[in-house]
């Protein structure tokens, strides 16, 4: 499997604009998680779903933030619109159900967010 | 809800000295614990994990850690480190029941001098 693929790797947008980071997670896996990485706040859990189903999106920072995920192989996460503080690198992981032999998250590369 | 601390942000180490990194958690059930690895302009990758079982992990590239429930600790630690070793090392926790999210760490930032 080629991993977690996420697109693009980078993105530069100006202020006000939509932006629309992909993911698309390892065959089979049941769970996805979207994380934003920032100097400040370290890595925080912005949302999750699990068989396609938001689980817990109390970690998406405003409305002007929203993720899909339409099938098991593809999410979305946007922002519009965007602001100079959404700058960040985002990632994607996905994970197993988990069962007895516990569960890691699988990561993907990567997009950093510049908003100018 | 579980929480993680990484007391130390930045470490500073020689080539061929050990070093061990520090993580402690909380949470009000029980958990299972991970430390990932992030090299430059890279993601995540899994070290270890600790699941159940013996407290002593082994993971990848010569790390282990130890889990210790009296002290709620889960340290990393590597005998003798290497130029490559250099990256930003996460602590993360999720419940074995219940919630499947993972909670990482703010990170340690491992700088290996030559």
């Known amino acids: 499997d080629a991993g977690v693929i996420q697109s693009p790797r980078h993105e530069v947008t100006e202020m006000g604009q939509e932006v629309t980071l992909r993911c698309k997670p390892i065959?089979?896996?049941?769970?996805l998680f979207w994380y934003r990485q920032t100097m400040m706040r370290g890595l925080e859990l912005l949302i999750y779903?699990?068989?396609?189903?938001?689980?817990?999106d109390s970690g998406m920072p405003e409305d002007r933030f929203s993720a899909k995920m339409p099938n098991a192989s593809f999410s979305t996460l946007k922002i519009q619109p965007s602001e100079p503080r959404d700058s960040a690198v985002y990632f994607c992981?996905?994970?197993?159900?988990?069962?007895?032999?516990?569960?890691?998250?699988?990561f993907g590369q990567g997009t950093r967010l510049t908003v100018v | 809800a579980q929480s993680v601390t990484q007391l130390d942000s930045q470490v500073p180490v020689f080539e061929e000295a050990p070093v061990e990194l520090r993580c402690n958690y909380s949470?009000?059930?029980?958990?299972?614990l991970f430390w990932y690895v992030q090299y430059p302009n890279q993601g995540l990758q899994l070290l270890l994990k600790?699941?159940?079982?013996?407290?002593l992990v082994k993971g990848i590239n010569g790390f282990e850690a130890e889990f210790n429930k009296s002290q709620t600790s889960f340290h990393l630690r590597k005998p003798s480190v290497h130029i490559s070793d250099t990256a930003e090392y996460f602590c993360?926790?999720?419940?074995?029941?219940?919630?499947?999210?993972?909670?990482f760490g703010t990170g340690t930032r491992l700088t290996i001098i030559p």
């Open positions: 600790y699941l159940s079982g013996s407290t």
């Open positions: 949470s009000s059930v029980s958990v299972y």
């Open positions: 993360a926790v999720s419940e074995t029941f219940g919630n499947e999210k993972l909670t």
């Open positions: 992981a996905s994970s197993l159900e988990r069962g007895s032999l516990g569960t890691e998250a699988f």
């Open positions: 065959s089979g896996h049941d769970y």
């Open positions: 779903f699990n068989n396609n189903v938001p689980i817990d």
